[in-house]
């Protein structure tokens, strides 16, 4: 039974980015409903990004931060900004951790 959900898990989450990016490529058409869909495919792309940090999966949940922020209802200029700081918070995460000294063994 646990293999089970394991499969249909790792099913769904294949499955999330391509339905995200797939109703944000036709959200335009929406005319007046474009804002609502926009707000459903950033809402969708915060769930999975809460799921992604509980189950320790960083890359999708970055991945889905990216989404969240191009599909929310920010202006544009808002929206770089944000991407630029949060390249800047984890390019310095990376090199915090890269150059964490460890302690040497007492001889």
Do not use: H, N
């Not at 007046?32 to 969708?44: A, H, K, N, T």
């Not at 951790?97 to 063994?105: D, G, K, L, Q, S």
């Amino acid at each position: 039974m646990l293999q089970i959900v394991k499969i249909v898990t790792k099913i769904m989450k294949w499955i999330a980015i391509p339905v995200l990016l797939i109703a944000a490529l036709f959200s335009c058409f929406a005319a007046s409903y474009e804002p609502l869909l926009d707000f459903l495919v950033c809402l969708g792309a915060i769930l999975f990004i809460q799921r992604s940090v509980w189950l320790k999966e960083y890359c999708w949940g970055a991945g889905m931060v990216a989404v969240a922020v191009v599909f929310s209802p920010l202006f544009l200029a808002t929206k770089v900004f944000l991407v630029m700081g949060l390249a800047c918070i984890a390019s310095f995460v990376a090199l915090f951790a890269a150059f964490r000294t460890t302690p040497v063994a007492a001889l």
